[in-house]
C-alpha cells in the first residue's frame, strides 16, 4: 500500500501512508525512520559541527559625537568679530588660531594684570628691603610682618589676573609673555585646544557678540559612538562582551550601557563605542546594527524550521541508527531564518531541518499525543 501512493506522488497521502506504520510501536522519544522514506518525505539532516550562536537581532541607530569630542567654542569676552580664519568643514589640529576678537574688555583684562604684576615687583621689593632692615635692627618685627602681607597679596593678585587672561583665551606662554615685556595687544586671538573639524561656523566678521556667545563648533570624529534603540523587554538581553557590528559596512563597537529610561516608542537606548571602521560612519547618520544576544554559551545554530514544538517545549529530531530521536531545547533566541537553541546535543550529531512536522507527526503518533 505505501509503496503505491509513493509512486503517485501525492505528498499528503505520502506523509499519513508512511506514518501509520510508525504509529504502531511502542512509545518512547526515538522512531524508526528508514532512509527510503527520508528521501519520499524530503528529511535533509545537517550535521553540528560546534557551539556558534547567531549573530543577533537589528536594530536602528544612530551615530552621534562623544560628549568630550564635541566642543562649543564661545566668546570668552565681549567684541567684535574681527577676522574668521578658519572655513566650515576644516580640519584643524591643537593650537591653530580661529579668528580674531577686537574687544575693549580684553584691553582692561590685559591693564588689570600689568597693573598686578607693578604691584607684585613692588611688594616684592619692599619685602627684600625689610627683612635686610629688619636683620640690621633698625625696623620692628611688626614692619617685616606687614611687607611679608603685602608681598602675599600682591602674588595672589597677579595670580588671579594672569588666571583672567587665561580664560579669555591666551595660553601661558603668551600671558608671560605680556606681562615681562609689557605689550599690549589689540585682539584676541582665539585658539583650537583641541584637534578636529569645523562643523558649525556661526560667527561673522563683524559681528558684535557678548560673552559666551557661541562662535563655532569642533567635532572631533576620532571617537564615535552608537546610539542603538532596542525593545524596552530585551533591555538585558545584549551580549556585554560581544562585538557590535553595523550592518553592511566594516564597523564595530562594543556596547557600553543601556539607559535607564524607557522612551515614548518603548526603546531603550544602548549605547555603544565604535571600535573598528571609524572612518567608514559620520556623526548623525543613521544605520542598522546587529546587537549579538546575551546567552550564548553553548549554543547551538540551526534553520529556523529545524524546531518543532509540543505545547510550550521545543524539540529537535536528531538522526540514529534506528530512525529519530526527539531531543527537548531551548531556545536561547532567533533572528530571521536562524535560531539559536541549548540542550542535549553534541558535534556530529544529524539534526532534520526540513520536512520536521512530518517527522513530529511519526513521533506523537507513536507516544501516543495529539
Do not use: C
Amino acid at each position: 500500500m505505501s509503496y503505491r501512493l509513493w509512486r503517485a506522488g501525492t505528498r499528503s497521502v505520502l506523509v499519513g501512508a508512511l506514518l501509520l506504520p510508525l504509529a504502531a510501536l511502542a512509545a518512547n522519544d526515538t522512531f524508526p525512520v528508514s532512509a527510503a522514506q527520508m528521501r519520499a518525505l524530503g528529511v535533509t539532516v545537517q550535521r553540528l559541527d560546534k557551539p556558534a550562536a547567531i549573530r543577533g537581532l537589528s536594530y536602528p541607530a544612530r551615530v552621534i559625537l562623544p560628549p568630550q569630542q564635541d566642543v562649543v567654542i564661545s566668546a570668552p569676552v565681549a567684541g567684535v568679530v574681527d577676522q574668521l580664519l578658519v572655513t566650515e568643514h576644516q580640519r584643524l589640529t591643537i593650537g591653530q588660531p580661529l579668528l580674531r576678537l577686537a574687544s575693549p574688555e580684553f584691553g582692561e583684562l590685559q591693564l588689570a594684570a600689568l597693573e598686578a604684576a607693578s604691584k607684585n615687583r613692588l611688594a616684592q621689593q619692599t619685602l627684600q628691603r625689610e627683612k635686610q632692615l629688619f636683620a640690621e635692627g633698625i625696623v620692628p618685627q611688626r614692619r617685616l610682618f606687614e611687607a611679608e602681607a603685602a608681598a602675599s597679596d600682591g602674588k595672589a593678585g597677579l595670580r588671579q589676573a594672569s588666571a583672567a587672561l587665561r580664560l579669555a583665551g591666551l595660553d601661558a606662554p603668551a600671558v608671560a609673555h605680556l606681562i615681562g615685556s609689557g605689550a599690549l595687544q589689540e585682539s584676541l586671538t582665539l585658539k583650537a585646544r583641541s584637534a578636529g573639524l569645523v562643523v558649525d561656523l556661526q560667527a561673522k566678521p563683524g559681528q558684535r557678540v557678548a560673552a559666551a556667545d557661541p562662535l563655532l563648533r569642533i567635532a572631533d570624529p576620532s571617537q564615535l559612538w552608537l546610539d542603538i534603540q532596542i525593545p524596552a523587554e530585551r533591555a538585558d538581553a545584549w551580549a556585554k562582551d560581544g562585538d557590535i557590528t553595523v550592518v553592511g559596512r566594516p564597523v564595530t563597537a562594543r556596547p557600553m550601557q543601556a539607559g535607564a529610561v524607557v522612551g515614548e516608542g518603548q526603546t531603550v537606548s544602548l549605547r555603544a563605542r565604535v571600535t573598528a571602521g571609524v572612518d567608514r560612519v559620520r556623526p548623525g547618520e543613521a544605520v542598522q546594527v546587529q546587537v549579538p544576544f546575551a546567552d550564548r554559551a553553548n549554543a547551538w545554530s540551526l534553520p529556523l524550521a529545524a524546531v518543532a514544538r509540543q505545547g510550550e517545549q521545543a524539540y529537535v529530531f536528531v538522526r540514529t541508527a534506528q530512525g529519530f530521536e526527539a531531543r527537548q531545547v531551548t531556545v536561547v533566541a532567533s533572528a530571521g531564518q536562524s535560531v539559536s537553541v541549548q540542550g542535549p546535543l553534541k558535534s556530529a550529531d544529524q539534526v532534520a531541518v526540513s520536512s520536521v512536522i512530518a517527522l513530529k507527526a511519526a513521533w506523537l503518533g507513536e507516544s501516543g499525543g495529539e
